[in-house]
Nanobody, 124 residues
Framework: QVQLLESGGGLVQVGGSLRLSCTAS????????MGWFRQAPGKEREFVTA????????YIGDSVKGRFSISRDTAKNTIYLEMNSLKPEDTAVYYC?????????????????WGQGTQVTVSS
């Protein structure tokens, strides 16, 4: 079983930045893709961005394009979400996810493992 642990959430002002981390542990970690999703109160879980674990290719959701970026450190089994120019609508619980399936995707069903989430609050 793979465990995913997110960190780095918190309270930030509009226009500020945060960096989230997600580290995978458990059985020897092998994944084709990892990603970030978010869920605001009363809303469905939304795709943010994903990265190919092997090739490093990325896919970024339209709502965060140009502001957020994803990267990975394969030696540390860790991915990062760099968030800049934060807006109040970015407030949500951010979840890390890992997929054993081929390719990267925005679909929740593509991901097999999920972290517990970390809260990001953007104050105006």
């Amino acid at each position: 079983q793979v465990q995913l642990l997110e960190s780095g959430g918190g309270l930030v002002q509009v226009g500020g930045s945060l960096r989230l981390s997600c580290t995978a542990s458990g059985r020897p970690f092998s994944s084709n893709a990892m990603g970030w999703f978010r869920q605001a109160p009363g809303k469905e879980r939304e795709f943010v961005t994903a990265i190919s674990w092997t090739g490093g290719g990325t896919y970024i959701g339209d709502s965060v394009k140009g502001r957020f970026s994803i990267s990975r450190d394969t030696a540390k089994n860790t991915i990062y979400l760099e968030m800049n120019s934060l807006k109040p609508e970015d407030t949500a619980v951010y979840y890390c996810a890992a997929s054993a399936q081929g390719g990267i995707s925005y679909a929740l069903g593509h991901y097999d493992y999920w972290g517990q989430g970390t809260q990001v609050t953007v104050s105006s």
